[in-house]
């Protein structure tokens, strides 16, 4: 099969799933990042770059600060990784004479743990962060909210791939 053929259903797929993960990386995700990282709460119209201070007067950007895009790289670099990471868990590695594969696959392997532990601690910030959570479980519930959304992406990622590769 033609890896490269339009697939309507993981098209469809992810124009379902890419909208509710875009909605937890700006709210949750993003909260995870303005706590632990205090420069991610300036607003955008504060950045000290030409053109930025217009955004103060559009008043449904106003509210934006750099958290927000940095989650909207990190869902990026997510979204790349684990599906790669899935990929070549599930089909083996590629042959790419370009390539030195065995290198390849530890740095894939590597930079995946990083970017996932990374993102699932801001995750996990940003729910623990929410007030009355802590309270009420004891701290459990920020436990299970992240194993719940780390189980999540691992099923997106590889409901992805099998989408892709038209196995489903």
């Known amino acids: 099969m033609d890896e490269n ?5 993981s098209f469809l797929f992810n124009c379902l799933v890419v909208p509710v993960l875009l909605l937890i990386y700006g709210i949750v995700n993003s909260q995870g990042m303005r706590m632990s990282i205090a420069i991610l709460g300036m607003k955008l119209y ?33 979204w790349i990784l684990s599906t790669a990471l899935v990929e070549n868990l599930l089909f083996g590695v590629r042959s790419d004479s370009r390539l030195n594969m065995r ?5 894939l392997y590597c930079l995946s743990a990083v970017v996932l532990i990374a993102d699932i601690c801001m995750f ?19 436990i299970i909210a992240t194993l719940g959304y780390s189980g ?17």
């Open 124 to 142: 996990y910030r940003g729910i623990a962060d929410q007030g009355g959570l802590l309270d009420e479980a004891g701290g459990v519930t920020p």
């Open 103 to 107: 290198i390849h696959t530890r740095f």
């Open 5 to 9: 053929r339009f697939n309507g259903k």
């Open 46 to 78: 504060k950045v000290p770059l030409p053109g930025f201070s217009y955004l103060e007067r559009l008043k449904n950007v106003r509210d934006l600060d750099l958290a927000h895009v940095f989650a909207i790289f990190m869902l990026i670099a997510v």
């Open 152 to 168: 999540l992406l691992a099923f997106v990622a590889y409901f992805h791939v099998m989408l892709k590769k038209r196995i489903f």
